[in-house]
């Protein structure tokens, strides 16, 4: 009884080192990266000329020249473009983003 216990003992604990040395060699699954894209808002996408995720000084400088109304040489919340409606969804405020009249 005694010896079958042990070696059950025995085969826990290399199954348990086979485990940690599987975690440590590298071979764990990781999600896909996304491309710098992503991190890219929508209306920022459009300047993305070189499409290298980024916005460079000369990319920055189209978007704010679109988009700064007020001449301030940055874009204000008021001055973004409204967001894209989610499909068969609305705005969190319940309004739409079509002109008032």
């Known amino acids: ?5 042990l070696l059950a003992l025995i085969l826990a604990g290399l ?8 975690a440590q060699d ?4 990781t999600a896909p990266e996304l491309s710098p ?3 890219l808002k929508p209306f920022e996408k459009e300047f993305d000329a070189n499409h290298d995720g980024k916005l460079d000084e000369t990319e920055k400088a189209a ?10 040489g940055k874009i204000d919340k008021e001055e973004l ?9 609305s705005n969190k405020d319940g309004g739409t983003n079509a002109p008032t009249q």
């Open 26 to 29: 590298g071979t764990t699954t």
């Open 1 to 5: 009884m005694k010896n079958n216990l």
């Open 15 to 22: 199954a348990g080192a086979i485990a940690s040395v599987q």
């Open 81 to 89: 473009p409204p967001k894209k409606a989610k499909k068969g969804g």
């Open 37 to 39: 894209a992503h991190k």
């Open 63 to 72: 978007m704010v020249a679109k988009y700064d109304k007020n001449g301030n």
